[in-house]
């Protein structure tokens, strides 16, 4: 069974800092992997995702994550934080070998709260 | 990307009521499904919603429960039955369309049961 660590359920950046937050997943072949964004009292939306190919993604809002195979990790990154990314993030993934019954197992999620 | 639309988005009902969530979305589906997220908790899959016939639940849901319907491939419904306050959470829909591995997702609906 898969299953999605994300390390720090709440972080905290000075606007204009770096923003890491880690994702790490447990699965015996690399899944598909989501990084979705909740603002508050809204649903999900996906920030970027990787399947296939080039292990850096770009995602929308300036971010992106890294597929580390021997890390077992992808983790999210924005070089610089505005007010506006205070927000809830999921990572979640899902099973590349169950081909059409992708089901997502989610983290737990990390709210991040930025510092004027 | 696709468009979804949940109904309603918000609610106060009261102990042993029932109450029914629509999702509506812009364009056809392979799939749909329904995932609750618990107060301050993350999602956790209830069941994905099957065109025709009956939906698969996790482990942990049934569909006395949790009855869900999906009539054509843009819309479904699920009923929280004889809800109690442990039922308040936010229930979200998201849809996948064929040959991409993205789901949508809805707004979500907000439940609280007094």
């Known amino acids: 069974a898969q299953s999605v660590t994300q390390l720090g359920s709440h972080v905290s950046v000075s606007e204009g800092a770096l923003v890491l937050l880690r994702c790490n997943y447990s699965?015996?072949?690399?899944?598909?992997l989501f990084w979705y964004v909740q603002y508050p009292n809204q649903g999900l939306q996906l920030l970027l995702k990787?399947?296939?190919?080039?292990?850096l993604v770009k995602g929308i809002n300036g971010f992106e994550a890294e597929f580390k195979k021997s890390e077992t990790s992808f983790h999210l990154t924005k070089p610089s934080a505005h007010m506006s990314d205070a927000a809830e993030y999921f990572c979640a993934v899902s099973d590349r070998t169950n081909f059409g019954n992708e089901k997502l197992t989610f983290g737990t999620g990390t709210r991040l709260t930025i510092i004027p | 990307s696709a468009v979804i639309s949940q109904k309603p988005s918000r609610d106060i009902c009261q102990r042993g009521t029932s109450l029914t969530i629509q999702c509506q979305v812009d364009s056809q589906v392979t799939m749909m499904f329904w995932y609750r997220q618990q107060p301050g908790q993350s999602l956790t899959l209830i069941a994905t919603a099957n065109q025709g016939s009956e939906a698969t639940y996790e482990s942990g849901f049934v569909i006395d429960k949790f009855p869900i319907s999906r009539p054509n491939l843009t819309f479904s419904t699920l009923t929280v039955s004889n809800m109690s306050p442990e039922d308040s959470s936010i229930y979200l829909c998201?849809?996948?369309?064929?040959?991409?591995?993205?789901?949508?997702f809805g707004a979500g609906t907000r439940l609280s049961v007094l």
């Open positions: 998201s849809a996948r369309r064929q040959n991409l591995n993205i789901q949508y």
């Open positions: 699965s015996s072949v690399p899944p598909y």
């Open positions: 990787y399947t296939t190919g080039a292990t």
